[in-house]
């Protein structure tokens, strides 16, 4: 049933994405432009997810455990340092140029386009480029993303 | 169905995108993050791999289904310049990680639990984006 739970959440994500408008480029490139003809469609992607995440998650965190883990593992850091701002920020630069960020750009590869999975393989290699090159994690740093 | 990435299919998406975060905390007892997931399945340390699979299994599946229903939604790529992909797709994959996270993890997931983290990783990975957006399009005129 956990391992159900990870394929549904998963395909549910997907979908989200994909009615969302957050798998095409130009449309994540059109919310980014807001010097050129902005367009704030995308906005009320993360408004409408962070309502019912805000909600949601207060409703869920009042039940003493998940339905299939013994104990709830959320993020428990609160420092602000530089790792933080300078990843961010490079990130922010990446989904600038190409307009997807990590979550579309895997949902795209099911357009069958070579330059799709072109960024995909890149950003695999950035993710182990950082693993490889940065400090151990904190013991218990949860996957989050 | 409204068009994909018009406003209230934006809405429609994004409550779907909160309610599979919602899920993934009531069921797994996790946040749902994309890069740190995804980055988990390759990481010489990591935990977990199976899930991990699984979950990326299902956004592929998910996909598949999208572009079945509406094809119009997966357009592909912005540009085919390699280069330009690759520059990218590095800056998200690096930056992401040493971040802590992407769209999903601080955006949707961090901001709904009001991590300050979160929050100040959201705002500057926009700013900077949002900077980008206008070099590329407004001062160097157009990508390759």
Do not use: N
Not at chain 1, 90 to 106: E, I, S, T, Y
Not at chain 2, 2 to 29: C, D, H, K, Q
Not at chain 2, 45 to 59: I, K, V, Y
């Amino acid at each position: 049933m956990r391992g159900l739970s990870f394929f549904l959440v998963g395909l549910l994500f997907a979908v989200g994405l994909g009615i969302s408008g957050m798998t095409q480029p130009t449309k994540v490139i059109g919310f980014l432009d807001v010097a050129g003809s902005w367009d704030p469609a995308l906005m009320f992607v993360m408004g409408g997810a962070v309502v019912i995440g805000f909600f949601g998650y207060r409703f869920v965190l009042r039940r003493p455990a998940p339905f299939f883990a013994p104990a709830f593992d959320l993020p428990t850091r609160r420092d602000i340092d530089a790792r933080l701002f300078g990843g961010a920020a490079l990130f922010g630069a990446g989904w600038g140029l190409a307009g997807f960020c990590p979550g579309p750009a895997l949902v795209a590869l099911a357009s069958g386009s070579s330059d799709v999975v072109t960024f995909v393989v890149a950003m695999f290699v950035g993710f182990l480029a950082q693993d490889l090159v940065a400090r151990p994690a904190a013991p218990g740093t949860p996957a989050r993303a | 169905m409204p068009e994909p990435g018009s406003i209230p299919a934006a809405l429609a998406g994004g409550a779907l995108i909160g309610i599979a975060a919602v899920a993934m905390l009531a069921l797994t007892g996790r946040v749902l993050g994309v890069s740190g997931i995804a980055a988990g399945l390759i990481a010489p340390r990591s935990s977990d791999r199976g899930a991990r699979a699984l979950f990326l299994a299902g956004m592929l599946t998910g996909g598949v289904l999208v572009g079945r229903l509406l094809p119009q939604a997966l357009p592909g790529a912005i540009t085919s310049s390699t280069l330009w992909l690759v520059v990218a797709g590095l800056l998200v994959g690096f930056g992401t990680r040493l971040g802590g996270g992407c769209t999903s993890g601080h955006g949707v997931c961090g901001i709904s639990r009001l991590s300050p983290r979160s929050i100040t990783a959201t705002l500057v990975f926009m700013a900077v984006a949002m900077v980008t957006v206008f070099v590329t399009r407004h001062v160097i005129g157009g990508i390759p």
